[in-house]
């Protein structure tokens, strides 16, 4: 299956429309009764569709999921662009790059905790951190980098900042999921305490006595494959909105 398969209609067009008409129902659909339950002959009723017509704009159910993940990243990526332009304060943009994140997602609690569990699964093709899923994943660390790029770090430290800044997002999402305060008050003071240890450990590990320490856990992130090639991203990818 490929998850990463390019949209070929263009924008405004019929055929994008109605595309976009499939997804939104389809994340409806999910958000109410769950992405198990939901089945392609269900979105296909729902948007008046025959079945294979729903299939002609998304192969599998995972297709539409893929198609959510590059909205999430696309929207993210924008959302934090706007913010970084406002600011040169790394505290300022960390905290723009985390809780834009957080404002996307945070109408998806439902679906995102039943996405989640595929995580435990290497050969799923909506495993977050799987090979299928690479394209969204570095488009998201894009993110933290941008977030430090004005910062004059370490070549190491450079390197690194954006794999860690990714892992305690991540790691946040998966709070929000289970967060039931009022708006997720609870991950939002997580995330700012998060933040603050951040900049914390960002100047203990430009002391001198722990350049070692740094330089040993810059290799072991390097010799195990956590530190992603990333790319400068021009412009925002074309991606589906959803409402």
């Known amino acids: 299956m ?7 209609f263009k924008p405004g067009d019929k055929g994008e429309q109605t595309r976009q008409h499939v997804l939104e129902t ?13 089945t392609m002959r269900d979105i296909a009723e729902a948007t008046g569709l025959s079945l294979g017509a729903a299939y002609y704009y998304f192969e599998s159910k995972e297709a539409i ?6 909205f999430v990243q696309a929207e993210h990526l924008r ?14 943009r960390i ?33 977050w951190f799987g090979p299928q899923t690479k394209r969204q994943r570095d488009l998201s ?5 941008e977030a430090v790029a004005k910062e004059k770090l370490p070549e190491d430290l450079r390197e690194a900042t954006p794999v860690l800044l990714w892992a305690m997002h991540m790691g946040l999402m998966l709070y929000l999921v289970y967060d039931t305060s009022e708006g997720q008050k609870r991950t939002r003071r997580l ?12 100047k203990m590990a430009k002391f001198p006595l722990l350049r070692p320490v740094r330089r040993q856990v810059h ?23 959803v409402r």
């Open 79 to 92: 959302r934090a662009r706007e913010a970084f332009a406002k600011t040169d304060d790394l505290k300022g």
């Open 26 to 38: 389809a994340l409806r659909l999910f958000r109410e009764r769950g992405f198990d339950a939901t």
């Open 191 to 202: 995330a700012d305490g998060g933040i603050q240890l951040a900049l914390l450990a960002r």
């Open 2 to 8: 490929n998850m990463s398969k390019l949209n070929t």
């Open 95 to 127: 905290a723009a790059a985390v809780h834009t994140k957080l404002d996307v997602i945070a109408g998806d609690r439902k679906l995102l905790a039943a996405l989640f569990r595929y995580g435990g699964d290497p050969e799923h093709p909506l495993n």
């Open 141 to 145: 660390m894009t993110v933290f980098a």
């Open 65 to 70: 999921v893929a198609a959510y993940y590059d």
């Open 219 to 241: 290799e072991l992130m390097k010799e195990a494959g956590l530190l992603p090639r990333m790319e400068p991203i021009e412009e925002l990818p074309s991606g589906v909105e």
